[in-house]
Nanobody
Framework: QVQLVESGGGLVQAGDSLRLSCVAS????????MGWFRQAPGKEREFVAR????????YCADSVKGRFDISRDNAKNTGYLQMNSLKPEDTAVYYC???????????????WGQGTQVTVSS
């Protein structure tokens, strides 16, 4: 089993920054890749970014590339999503997820956190 706990969400204004954290625990063999996803009201869950825990290789979706950055601290078993230049359209519940495939597909991630709300006002 893998447990994921997100934190760091909140209400900010357009142009502000936020850093989300995701603390992971449990079987490391089941979580070689950490992904961040988001879901806005009435929309499907959307891939945001992913990172390989071991190598640090990362990838961000085009919609956030240049504004968001994903990182991890292996010593703390914590992953981060640094969000800069936030826009109202970034408003969503943000989830971290764990899996073993290098993919953006939600079905490949077997473990999910509870989510943290990010609201960006204009």
């Amino acid at each position: 089993q893998v447990q994921l706990v997100e934190s760091g969400g909140g209400l900010v204004q357009a142009g502000d920054s936020l850093r989300l954290s995701c603390v992971a625990s449990g079987r490391t063999a089941s979580r070689s890749v950490m992904g961040w996803f988001r879901q806005a009201p009435g929309k499907e869950r959307e891939f945001v970014a992913r990172i390989n825990w071991s190598t640090g290789s990362s990838y961000c979706a085009d919609s956030v590339k240049g504004r968001f950055d994903i990182s991890r601290d292996n010593a703390k078993n914590t992953g981060y999503l640094q969000m800069n230049s936030l826009k109202p359209e970034d408003t969503a519940v943000y989830y971290c997820a764990a899996g073993n495939l290098w993919t953006a597909g939600t079905s490949a991630y077997g473990y999910w956190g509870q989510g943290t709300q990010v609201t960006v006002s204009s």
